[in-house]
C-alpha cells in the first residue's frame, strides 16, 4: 500500500480508478468518503439563505448523489475531475429548484433564495442565479473549457490547481479563463454597467 492509498484524496482517485474499471459498488464506498466535502461546497451556496428555507445543504448533496447515481456515471480522471462534475450536478440542481420556486407564483411565502460563495466574494439572489445560468449555457456554447472553469470555481470552490488538474491545463491557464469569463459574464449580466 503506496502512501498516496492511505490519504483520504488517493482512496478517492483509487475508487474512481475502480468504478472506471467497472466496479459499480466503488461508488457505494466513495460516497462517504466525499460527502463531508461535497456538504461543505453545498453549505457555501447556501450560506446566506433565510431560516426555514426548503433547500439545505444536506439536502443538496442527497439530490446531486442520486443524479449522479441514476444514470451513467461519467469517466472521472481524479478527484478534482469528480469535485468538478459533482458541484455542477449541485449548480443545475440550485437553478432547477430556483425555477420551480419562481413558478410558484413568485414564491408563494417562502424566503428569498440566496447563493453565496464568499471565498471568491458572489453574492446571487434568485432572479440573478436564472440570469447566471442562462448565461452560464451561452459561455457554453461560445467556449465550454470558461464554463468549466467557472462552474469548478463558483460553485464547485475549487483552487486554481485543481481546476487546472482536473481541465489539464495550467493554473496560469485557469487564471486567465477566469477573468475572461467573469468579464464575459459581468457584461451578460450588468449590461447597462458595461457600457
Known sequence: MTDRDTR???NVTRLLDQL???????????VPLVHDELRVIAARLLRHEAPGHTLQPTDLVHEAY????????PDWQNRAHFFGIASNTMRRLLVDHARRRKAAKRGGGIAPLRVTNERIGVDLSLDELLSLDDALERLGAMDPRLLQVVER????GLTEEEV??????????????WAR??????????PSASE
Open 66 to 73: 442520486i443524479k449522479l447515481a441514476s444514470g451513467a456515471l
Open 181 to 190: 469569463a467573469r468579464a464575459w459574464l459581468y457584461k451578460e449580466l450588468y
Open 164 to 177: 487546472a488538474e482536473s481541465l489539464g491545463v495550467t493554473a496560469r491557464t485557469v487564471q486567465r479563463d
Open 153 to 156: 470555481r463558483f460553485f464547485g
Open 8 to 10: 483520504p484524496d488517493g
Open 20 to 30: 472506471r474499471a467497472g466496479d459499480s459498488a466503488a461508488f457505494d464506498r466513495l
